[in-house]
């Protein structure tokens, strides 16, 4: 690739105005190398900032974790708390869990401010309201930014901030399901929960958090019948415990460990030391988030796949927690009838007149059919970027210009999140953050990591213009 002499004005292109797309444009924003930079955010929604979690307008979605983790700025870590005080939902005291419709206002009015202010300097930021079409590569090296709404945006650097991609089909190999009336392959579509009857019958496929919110929104709205939940392990996510106090890091313990048992043995001999003390499993698990991303890049790839094969699912409902008042409404749901969960794997979905039949194959059994009039998929995102048919992803893919990871995880990038082209060379153009970089660090979801990864990126496209300023 052309190395890129950046002009007086260097062009950042964003695609994506969700969290991570916003956490980077606050933080481009802040770096004095990039006062005469032009920033464009490219956002289709209506609002910019709450992207696909907390656009939603249902207040029964709350938030998965406590007020103090949320902050967009990871050197002001109160700042989110500090602006919720101040919102009517804190009348009563500061919610523990709030919904997630607040966290998206929050994300809106910061990035708003941000628009809206007067520019400190000679550099600007701009919303587009559309999609980012295509990027190819011009011939002094920069890149073409083609909007859906005819606009170019001839670019020094492009980062991909573009979240996650709907599920990939739950059930194969006759798709014609996915275009039945009862199918619902996106839970979080506006309205799209609010076709289903107080009486339909329902089956959710996945236990995860999505699953939860979408008992919560049938309930809300209204619906009375028993849901069926068919779910590979069967388990609920894990509740968030009381807030406690932190307990201490051990990360130096594992730092030379590269296989799962011995990262396993050590965490279970912490697990054991807490529970003498009186500690809950939760800030033990809790106390290795910061490193869990070095201690995922240190594993060797058969070890990151064991991991995969054997520990992710436990992982996903003891990391990701849901909000003590969730598990209990679907623990009185459950103990009423209300919900049925079901140990299994969807095989089949065919279509039957207005309803759709679900083969569920328990372990080792030929497995049985279920009949709905309404099935939703909760199943967790598309990360294999050799499928995504994003008209973007699969421009750049064909270009050679992104190239999926061998677990099929996300995008492979270099430490800053620059991508990694077919031929394994990395683009001086092309940068990523968000849950596309889960390759180099697994946990690329939440707030925390996110916020970081926008943080270190800023400082790092400043410190590129920097230097090719001055060169
Ligand atoms: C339902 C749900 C609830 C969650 N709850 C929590 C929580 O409580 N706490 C927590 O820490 N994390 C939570 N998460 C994790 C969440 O993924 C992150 O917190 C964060 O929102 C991800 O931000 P993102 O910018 O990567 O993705 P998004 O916020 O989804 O933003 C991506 C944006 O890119 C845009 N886009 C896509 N393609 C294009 C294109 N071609 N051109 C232009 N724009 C494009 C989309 O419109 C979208 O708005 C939740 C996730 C989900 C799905």
């Not at 902050?71 to 709030?98: C, I, K, M």
């Not at 499993?281 to 290795?288: E, G």
Request: aromatic share 6%.
């Amino acid at each position: 690739m052309l190395a890129v002499n950046h002009s007086a004005h260097p062009v950042i292109t964003v695609v994506g105005g969700g969290f991570a797309g916003t956490a980077l444009v606050l933080q481009l924003r802040q770096q004095p190398a990039l006062a005469h930079a032009k920033i464009h955010l490219i956002e289709p929604r209506e609002v910019p900032g709450p992207g696909l979690a907390y656009t939603v307008r249902r207040p029964e979605y709350l938030l998965n974790v406590r007020p103090g983790a949320l902050s967009l700025y990871p050197d002001v870590p109160n700042h989110f708390t500090e602006w919720l005080r101040g919102q009517p939902e804190s009348a009563a005291g500061v919610p523990e869990f709030a919904p997630r419709t607040t966290y998206g206002r929050y994300l809106n009015e910061e990035l708003t401010a941000e628009l809206t202010a007067p520019a400190p300097g000679p550099g600007s930021l701009c919303w587009h309201q559309t999609t980012a079409v295509v990027a190819p590569i011009r011939p002094d090296g920069r890149r073409a930014v083609l909007l859906a709404n005819g606009t170019t945006l001839v670019s020094d650097f492009v980062v991909l901030a573009m979240g996650n991609f709907p599920p990939p089909p739950p059930a194969g190999p006759d798709h014609r399901y996915l275009h039945h009336d009862a199918y619902h392959t996106d839970p979080w579509g506006p309205g799209n929960l609010r076709r289903i009857g107080p009486d339909d019958n329902v089956l959710l496929i996945g236990s995860g958090l999505t699953a939860m919110d979408v008992l919560l929104a049938l309930r809300q709205d209204g619906h009375r019948a028993p849901v069926t939940v068919v779910a590979r392990h069967g388990r609920w996510p894990a509740t968030h415990g009381p807030a406690t106090p932190t307990y201490p890091n051990f990360y130096p313990e594992l730092a030379g460990e590269t296989t799962v048992t011995g990262v396993l043995a050590v965490f279970k001999r912490h697990l054991r030391a807490a529970a003498a003390q009186g500690i809950d499993w939760r800030p033990v698990l809790d106390s290795l988030r910061p490193d869990l991303g070095r201690m995922w890049a240190t594993w060797p790839l058969q070890e990151q796949r064991r991991f995969l094969r054997h520990l992710a699912g436990l992982w996903a409902v003891t990391r990701h927690r849901s909000p003590p008042q969730n598990a209990a409404t679907i623990a009185a749901l459950t103990a009423a009838g209300l919900v049925r969960l079901h140990v299994g794997t969807v095989k089949e979905i065919l279509p039957d007149g207005n309803v759709l039949r679900v083969r569920v194959r328990p372990h080792d059994t030929p497995g049985c059919w279920h009949v709905a009039q309404h099935v939703v998929c909760c199943t967790g995102p598309l990360l294999d970027y050799g499928r995504i048919a994003d008209p973007l992803v699969m421009s750049l893919r064909d270009a050679g210009h992104l190239s999926a990871d061998s677990l099929r995880l996300g995008l492979l990038t270099d430490t800053h999140g620059a991508l990694r082209g077919a031929d394994g060379v990395v683009s001086t153009t092309l940068f990523t953050l968000g849950p596309s970089r889960r390759p180099a660090y697994f946990e690329s979801t939440a707030v925390p990591e996110l916020r970081r990864q926008a943080a270190e990126l800023a400082v790092e496209l400043a410190k590129r213009v920097e230097q090719t300023s001055v060169s």
